[in-house]
Every structure is written in structure tokens, then in C-alpha cells.
């Protein structure tokens, strides 16, 4: 075993010599080389004599998401990495499983990045030092630069494969914290930083099970990491943001309103290790569902929501690290301590009093969930006085001007006033439960679709909520972006008044896909006319209800359609306990006699799978028809014959026997008549099937 990993640890140095080498000639073919260690000392220098100029922020830029095959080389290599599999994509990076060439045995993994608005070039000085460190907690890092040629503009990163993968997603006890996670993380960031580099973007993402044994943890991705300034502990920083529920407080101004840039040293790493040790307490993002200035409040007011779940040594320990102020964060030398279970101070954080004053009503708000109530309590001369005027904004602005920024974006963009005044109360307080026009609340979008889903007056109140853009609005703010492009995805179908009900139903489920769905009721299940007589025409009626909840919405056809069966009308919109009748015809003079015919009806809803009604009918000779279309012939025959032997007859013409028929036949010629009549009735009906044919085409 010791032979085989010294064979391997041969072959990684060889690799990683051989990646350098290979960056190298590619530096010197497109004479690019940078030197931006100097370039950023330079800039740490200028920045502490003068205040660091403030510039908009570069607008990021995605590119097309890579599509490559397994077993293709990647380009940009020279065919040293060959494609496995694809290990990970997300908004701004593609991660490719890749083997080395000639050395199947040895994987790498190769992250390239998406985001073209970086504008930086890799830190020459920082790639220097992660690709000749060696530490059992980092990582190996053995490529690192930018594309050119197809893939130019893209940056790219080449490490070691970590077969466990990342720690995102899982939920961690204490105990495997403190004793798998806390030490390893803790000697991989003393590692780095006495190495003089700040990793900058500490998330679950970036902390790997090296094995699938998940024991050995790597701390890895190191796209953001930074050289410390010499003699200094601080760096003046124009590169991208870390990842934002993890970033520390001094590094949120940058990142929410464009500051190019930032003051920061190693505290942030550390400030971004308790984040990272909460998230996986939690086994989630702690600031789910908030928005940037939400978040930045939170921190800044050392308001990072922390589970009671927690006991009080791990409390003190998350407190500690994310202290809002840096320089009473706790560091290696705290961290040490509470690994050897001393009890470590955490240094108390006094919260800035209130910087501004509001007053609405006849009452003051001094904290900002205390405006957001106010307003919220006083809709109408909120409405009023935010969208007539900025006072609300100036107020904010003495506090925050991010966020008063945000504000005056929000208003803006909002599509209704009542629209703009739910996106500032629940901005000011995303814990806020959604309060409706008529006064209903819900705490979460689940409970809001139950709340509308009450009765036929909530729903109307839901409607016009959500058609005037409060509850899309509502889930902006609170980060529910991802129900909100569902919306946006099918919005402009329901655009149409008459439509309304039904979108708000689609939305309702978009809100809580628990929800139930409308239930769909047919009766007959099945229609069979049988014996029906050819030329005439046949009538019937389908029922159709909501038996559950919601609106009920959909149509109904024929898919195989028979000439003379006709449907109306073939719409349906119910409430529920609501029916409606669908009208169902059928003219047979088209129709061949005796054979059965067969369709279907389709009823497509919202209530889900489709339904199907079977229907069969079958279409005799006309024997009734044409017996009561000769019976008038028949009858006027038997009356002129009845006069003709009166008339003949004399006065007793009714006491004469009936001579025999061979005798009368000369006499009464007149009954030759009644064969004609019945012959002229069939013709007459052949020609009225010819035409009723002719009009159904």
C-alpha cells in the first residue's frame, strides 16, 4: 500500500510539473503574461493614501453552458485531459470529471467558469504558491488560468478529483463537526494564511470528502483566493464576490452597490467557516429565501438567525465567528482554544442606535421592522406618501444607502402601487407575514394558496392580488425567485380577463404544489344510441360538475370526428358544486344504415389526466318514417275508392256483396293508384337522404 501511494504521489508531482510547464508555453505563445501580484501591492499602496474611488459595477456576463462529450479531449489543453463525465454545473461554473492523458488512473477535476465579468486576469502570485503547496487538508490545486482560442475568455481551474464530493446539501451533528470538520478546516486556513493567501469564498460547496468514507476533509475552488499586501494583514480588491450568505460584513457594501474596491483581511475566512459550520447544522443556505439587503441587515446587526437545536458551546463558537466586527472575530487562536474545550469570550457587539426616524400616523418607527409594520398598519397614507414622495427613502438613506437604493429600484419597477408598498414593507421585514387587502395573513406562499383557496371571497381578493402583482411581488422580495419564473413562464396565457380564475388556479399550485387539484365529474361515462332511425336527428346531454376544490377548467372535443356529431358548448369553467351541460346532436341522414358507429369525447382540464367518453351509435332503415309518410297517400286512396262505389252502387250499393277482384279490376282501376304512392313516398325519401348527405359534405 505504501509503495502504490508513493507511485501515486510520483505521478501527481509529475502531473502538476507537467501543468505548470504547459501553462508556461502557453503564456509565452500568446505573450499575455501578467504580472498583477505587483499590480495589486501597487494598488494596496495608492488605496491607503487616498480613498478607493467607487465605480459602478462590471456587468457579469454568462457565457453559453459547455456541452462536451465523455471521452472528447478539453479543449485548450493540448489533448492532456480527456472528458469523463460531467461532475457539476451550476450558474456561473461547468465542472468536468477529466482523465490524464496516458495515465487513465489519474483523475482531475477541471472547473471553467461561465462569468466573463470578472475583468482580472488569474493572480500570478497566488498561482505560484497553490500549485506548489502540499497539505493533507488543501486541495491540490495543478492548473489554474484564462482560455484562448474557442474557449477564450473563460477561466478555468484544474485540482485534484475528491471522490466524496462537496458537504453542500447534507445535514451535520456536532459531534462530526467538531471532531471530522472544525479541525481539518482550521489547519487548511492557518495553512493558507501563513502562506500569505485569504481564500475569500469559504462555503459548503468548497469543503470536500477527499474518499468516499467521508472522513478526510479538503478545503478546494480556490477561483477567489487573494495574496495578503506585504507587512499587512489587508488587501484593496477588485475581483468578484464571494458567495453572498457567506461573505462577511465587510465585504457586503462591495458586492450590493459596486465599491471596486474592499478592505479585508483573514478574518473573512473565518467569518465565512461559521457561516459554513451553521449551514451545515441546518443542512441548508441559513438566509434561504431572503434578499441581498435582508442579508446585509442581518449581519450587520448580528442578527444570523442560530438554531436553539444548538447547545451552548457550539452557540458560543457561531457567535464568536460571526461576529460583525472584524477585529473582535474570533480567529486560530480562539479556534484552538475551543477545540481543547476551553471556555473562549466572545466579545460583546453593541448595536448602533437608531439613524433615523420615521413618523406616519401619529407614530414613530426607530428600527426598520418597526417601519415595516407602520406601513403595513397604515396602508393608504403609506401608499401616499412613498409613491407621491421620497421621504421614506431619505429617511432610510441616513441608515443604509444600499438599501435605500434597493428601495427606489423596487418602487420603479413595481407594476401597481399596492404592488410597490408590499415590496417595501417585506423588504424592510422579510419575517413580516403577507397580510391581504382583506385582511387574511400567511406566513409562507403554502399557506397563502390555503388562505385564498378559503372561499369565493378570498379568492376574488387572491385574484386581484396577484393579477395587480402584490403576492409576485411579495415573493421577489423574500427570495422565492424560483416560484416566480414559474409564473412568468405561462403568465401571458392567462393575460385575458375571462382567463383570470384559471391562472390564478395554475398559480395556486405554483404556491403549494400540494395543493390539491379540481376534480372532474362526466355523467353518462359512456353514451350508446342504439336503433336510431336513419334521417332523423338525436339529441342528448353530457353533465359535467367539480366535485373537489378550485376552479375547473378545460374543454371538450370529438378527436375523431363523424359527420353529423356535434358537441356544444365545448368549454367549461366551474367553481366548486358547480355543473354545466354539454349538448351532444347527431343528424344520421349521413350516416350508413346498420353499422355501429364509434368516437370518443376528450375532456381536457386543470383537474389533471384527461378523460374519455366512450360513444357508439347505430342507424336502422326508416320503417315508422316511411309507413307515416304513406299513410296520407293510402288514406286519400281508400276515401276516393269508398266514393267511387257509392256513386256506382246506388242506394244500396253498401247491402251488394263484394263482387270477386278478377270483376272488379276493370270497374276499379283506381286502386292501381296505391302502389304508386308507395313507390313516389321511397323515391321521395331516397332523394331527401341524397340531399341531407350532400349537406354534410
Request: proline letters at 6%; a positive charge; one cysteine or more.
Amino acid at each position: 500500500m505504501a509503495d502504490e501511494t508513493r507511485r501515486l504521489d510520483g505521478k501527481t508531482t509529475r502531473l502538476s510539473e507537467q501543468a505548470a510547464k504547459r501553462l508556461d508555453e502557453t503564456k509565452r505563445l500568446d505573450g499575455k503574461t501578467t504580472r498583477l501580484g505587483e499590480q495589486a501591492t501597487k494598488r494596496t499602496t495608492d488605496a491607503q493614501q487616498s480613498p478607493a474611488p467607487q465605480k459602478p459595477p462590471a456587468t457579469k456576463q454568462l457565457l453559453p453552458e459547455l456541452a462536451l462529450s465523455p471521452g472528447t479531449p478539453l479543449p485548450g489543453h493540448y489533448g492532456r485531459y480527456r472528458v469523463v463525465r460531467r461532475i457539476g454545473a451550476g450558474g456561473e461554473a461547468d465542472v468536468y470529471l477529466c482523465e490524464v492523458d496516458q495515465q487513465p488512473d489519474v483523475k482531475v477535476a477541471v472547473k471553467i467558469y461561465r462569468d466573463v465579468g470578472m475583468n482580472v486576469e488569474p493572480d500570478d502570485k497566488v498561482l505560484k504558491k497553490l500549485r506548489g503547496m502540499d497539505h493533507p487538508d488543501i486541495l491540490k490545486l495543478l492548473d489554474y488560468g484564462r482560455y484562448t482560442g474557442s474557449l477564450e475568455g473563460r477561466i478555468f481551474e484544474v485540482s485534484e478529483y475528491a471522490e466524496g464530493g462537496h458537504l453542500e446539501g447534507r445535514k451535520y451533528d456536532e459531534v462530526f463537526l467538531t471532531k471530522t470538520v472544525i479541525p481539518q478546516l482550521v489547519n487548511a486556513l492557518a495553512y493558507l494564511h501563513d502562506n500569505g493567501i485569504v481564500h475569500r469564498d469559504i462555503n459548503p460547496r468548497n469543503l470536500f470528502f477527499r474518499k468516499t468514507d467521508n472522513r478526510d476533509i479538503v478545503l478546494g475552488d480556490f477561483g477567489l483566493c487573494s495574496a495578503l499586501s506585504t507587512g499587512s494583514s489587508l488587501k484593496f480588491s477588485s475581483r468578484r464576490g464571494a458567495t453572498f450568505s457567506y461573505s462577511a460584513p465587510e465585504l457586503d457594501t462591495g458586492m450590493i452597490s459596486g465599491v471596486e474596491h474592499q478592505v479585508f483581511g483573514i478574518e473573512v475566512d473565518y467569518y465565512a467557516s461559521g457561516m459554513t459550520l451553521l449551514a451545515l447544522i441546518l443542512g441548508r443556505d441559513p438566509f434561504q429565501n431572503r434578499a441581498p439587503v435582508q442579508i446585509v441587515f442581518c449581519k450587520q446587526q448580528n442578527e444570523v438567525p442560530i438554531p436553539e437545536s444548538c447547545s451552548a458551546r457550539f452557540r458560543s463558537l457561531l457567535c464568536g465567528l460571526l461576529h460583525p466586527e472584524r477585529k473582535k472575530r474570533w480567529g486560530l487562536k480562539q479556534m484552538r482554544q475551543w477545540m481543547k474545550g476551553e471556555d473562549v469570550p466572545v466579545a460583546e457587539y453593541v448595536k448602533p442606535g437608531p439613524s433615523f426616524h420615521y413618523e406616519l400616523g401619529g407614530k414613530a418607527a426607530y428600527t426598520l421592522p418597526d417601519l415595516a409594520t407602520l406601513l403595513r398598519d397604515n396602508p393608504d397614507k403609506a401608499k401616499e406618501r412613498f409613491i407621491e414622495s421620497d421621504s421614506i427613502e431619505r429617511a432610510l438613506e441616513t441608515y443604509n444607502q444600499d438599501l435605500a437604493a434597493s428601495v427606489r429600484r423596487l418602487k420603479k419597477e413595481a407594476p401597481s402601487h399596492n404592488s410597490a408598498l408590499i415590496g417595501l414593507v417585506h423588504t424592510l421585514n422579510p419575517d413580516l407575514p403577507y397580510r391581504m387587502r382583506i385582511g387574511k395573513e400567511a406566513r409562507t406562499p403554502e399557506e397563502l394558496a390555503r388562505v385564498i383557496d378559503t372561499d369565493r371571497t378570498t379568492w376574488a381578493a387572491g385574484s386581484e392580488e396577484m393579477f395587480d402583482g402584490s403576492i409576485i411581488m411579495w415573493l421577489r422580495v423574500t427570495n422565492q425567485s424560483a416560484r416566480v419564473q414559474l409564473w412568468n413562464q405561462v403568465a401571458k396565457r392567462y393575460a385575458a380577463p375571462d382567463q383570470n380564475d384559471a391562472g390564478l388556479e395554475h398559480f395556486l399550485h405554483i404556491l403549494n404544489p400540494k395543493l390539491p387539484l379540481p376534480t372532474l365529474k362526466v355523467t353518462p361515462t359512456v353514451i350508446e344510441w342504439d336503433g336510431i332511425e336513419g334521417g332523423s336527428q338525436k339529441t342528448g346531454r353530457l353533465a359535467i360538475s367539480n366535485s373537489g376544490r378550485g376552479f375547473l377548467s378545460g374543454s371538450i372535443d370529438v378527436p375523431e370526428p363523424i359527420n353529423g356529431f356535434a358537441v356544444s358548448p365545448n368549454l367549461f369553467r366551474l367553481f366548486p358544486g358547480e355543473s354545466a351541460a354539454m349538448f351532444l346532436s347527431l343528424d344520421t341522414a349521413a350516416l350508413d344504415r346498420g353499422r355501429t358507429h364509434k368516437t370518443w369525447l376528450r375532456l381536457a382540464s386543470n383537474a389533471g389526466k384527461e378523460l374519455r367518453v366512450p360513444v357508439s351509435f347505430r342507424a336502422v332503415f326508416p320503417a315508422l318514417s316511411v309507413f307515416i309518410s304513406c299513410l296520407p297517400f293510402a288514406i286519400v286512396g281508400a276515401v276516393l275508392a269508398f266514393l267511387y262505389r257509392a256513386a256506382v252502387g246506388g242506394d244500396s250499393w253498401w247491402r251488394t256483396p263484394l263482387p270477386d277482384f278478377k270483376e272488379l279490376w276493370p270497374q276499379f282501376g283506381v286502386f292501381m293508384v296505391l302502389p304508386c304512392v308507395v313507390i313516389i313516398a321511397v323515391v321521395a325519401y331516397l332523394l331527401h337522404r341524397r340531399a341531407a348527405r350532400s349537406r354534410h359534405g
